[in-house]
Structure formats: C-alpha cells, structure tokens
C-alpha cells in the first residue's frame, strides 16, 4: 500500500498570507495526485489533479506542484473560506489503487 | 451534475445497509461511481467503484466479500450495500463521480452530500 503522509497536521495562519501544504508519497506515484478541500459537514471538493491540474470552478491562487513522491499544495493569499481540512490522494497500480492522506487542518490564527 | 444520497441509517451489529445515489445533469451511464467512506473525525477510505455503463465493479480488498456495488440505469442510481455490519463501519458514505468519461481515473470531480450509517446495539 503506498502511504501518503501530509504535513504539518496543522497549520495556523492570517487571511492575505501564503499557505504551503505537503504530501509526500511512499513512493514513486509520477503526478497521479490531488488535492480535496472539506468543510465541516460537507462532502470533500476536488482541487488539483495530477498533481498540477486546477478542477473547473477552482480559483487560480490554488496551485499544486510536484512529482514522484513530493508534492505542495499552495494558496497564494488566504481568503475565509479557505480555512478548512486538505487530503491528498494518490492513484496507481498498486493494492489499494487510490489512498488517502490523513489531513492537513488548515486553520485561523 | 448532481448526486442525491439516501437519508442516514441506524443499523444493528450484523445487519447490513444499502445506500442510494442518484445521478442528474448528466448521462449517468458515461462515468464510473466510487464509494467513500470517512468515520468520524477521520479520514477518507476508498470502498470501490461500479462502470454504471456495464454493471462491472472493483472493490477494494478490504471490503471484498462484504461489499456489493449495483445500478438501475432506468433511473441513474448506483446503490451500495455492506453486508456485516460492526460498530467500526460507523461513518458517512459518500458516493463520487470520476473525474473523466468512460474510464476510472480515480479522481473523484463531483460528490453526493453523504450518507451517515450508524451502527450500534
């Protein structure tokens, strides 16, 4: 199974500041990620895919980059509804097929 | 494109749950549907999928032999239905459409609002 582990758990910032959010794969996924943005009570929304690609509808200050096992999800000025959870999620060939990241809450300092 | 979800469910150590999604604003046979699930104040787990065009499903191995993903295209709704139910099954169930016409790309582009499936004695 390839893990994916996020961090930090937890990052605390302003609205109008920089957010950088990571991922990193246990190993080689090439760019088959993406990125979900969940609020409480809601289903998760679809970011980034393959690792660079905005989903229609999502602003332009979302940007993913990376490949092979690293990966960053950045929000280049925070507005208020950007605070909520971030999950990465990989695909491959391998057992499971698709996992997940344990999160990272991104919250109002 | 919208996906309707059944109401939440309580259900007792051992039974089983089906759980509805019914699909608009799009032909519901030319995406694939997955099945999510997230106990609470936890992640996300994949549960599988079903190709709604020819009835095929993949399952996730850890659900093999107690998960079971159908369709009724006569009225666009993927079902889901878990079999053996313990408290550890307590989560909402969300199902997803893929993100690409007539292939499982495994990126999940629009969700149904969830389905919560509580299971206790």
């Known amino acids: 199974e390839i893990v994916l582990t996020q961090s930090p758990a937890t990052l605390s910032l302003s609205p109008g500041e920089r957010a950088t959010l990571s991922c990193t794969a246990s190993?080689?996924?090439?760019?088959?990620l993406a990125w979900y943005q969940q609020k409480p009570g809601q289903a998760p929304r679809l970011l980034i895919y393959d690792a660079s690609n905005r989903a229609t509808g999502i602003p332009a200050r979302f940007s993913g980059s990376g490949s092979g096992t690293d990966f960053t999800l950045t929000i280049s000025s925070l507005e208020a509804e950007d605070f909520a959870v971030y999950y990465c999620?990989?695909?491959?060939?391998?057992?499971?097929?698709?996992?997940f990241g344990q999160g990272t809450r991104l919250e109002i300092k | 494109v919208q996906l309707v979800q059944s109401g939440a469910e309580m259900k007792k150590p051992g039974a089983s749950v089906k759980v509805s999604c019914k699909a608009s604003?799009?032909?519901?046979?030319?995406?694939?549907i997955h099945w999510v699930r997230q106990a609470p104040g936890q992640g996300l787990e994949w549960m599988g999928w079903i190709n709604p065009h020819s009835g095929d499903t993949n399952y996730a191995q850890n659900f093999q032999g107690r998960v079971t993903m159908t369709r009724d295209t006569s009225i666009s709704t993927a079902y889901m239905e878990l079999t053996g139910l313990t408290s550890d099954d307590t989560a909402v169930y969300y199902c997803a459409r893929d993100l690409l016409e007539a292939v499982a790309v495994y990126f999940f582009a629009s969700w149904g609002q969830g389905t919560l499936v509580t299971v206790s004695s």
């Open positions: 999620q990989q695909r491959s060939n391998w057992p499971p097929p698709i996992t």
């Open positions: 190993q080689n996924i090439y760019i088959y």
């Open positions: 604003g799009y032909t519901f046979t030319d995406y694939y």
